[in-house]
């Protein structure tokens, strides 16, 4: 079955960089299109920043200019690395593929503090 499992979150200062990753299973990874998505507390799931299978990316405005997303079709990996964090990054970010009604991966927690 399709597993998404996402790695590299923590603790980081206001400014700091991160990179999460999140390693997929079960699905022909380069033919499809993967997102990242954050929930913070209290807060409805919103998307961040998305990759077509021919590699064309999209990001939330809140986070243009600061977060890349990647992918790595050998690995079956895809990366979203975060520069410039702010505290209004902390959230708990999941891995998609297929949109909302797809699949998610566990979430890691990304915090930005001092």
């Known amino acids: 079955q399709v597993q998404l499992v996402e790695s590299g979150g923590g603790l980081v200062q206001p400014g700091g960089s991160l990179r999460v990753s999140c390693a997929a299973s079960?699905?022909?990874?380069?033919?499809?299109?993967m997102g990242w998505y954050r929930q913070a507390p209290g807060k409805q799931r919103e998307f961040v920043a998305g990759i077509s299978r021919g590699d064309t990316t999209n990001n939330a405005d809140s986070v243009k200019g600061r977060f890349t997303i990647s992918r790595d079709n050998a690995k079956n990996t895809v990366y979203l690395q975060m520069n410039s964090l702010k505290p209004e990054d902390t959230a708990v970010y999941y891995c998609?593929?297929?949109?909302?009604?797809?699949?998610w991966g566990q979430g890691t927690q990304v915090t930005v503090s001092s």
């Open positions: 998609n593929i297929g949109g909302p009604n797809g699949y």
């Open positions: 079960g699905v022909s990874f380069r033919l499809n299109a």
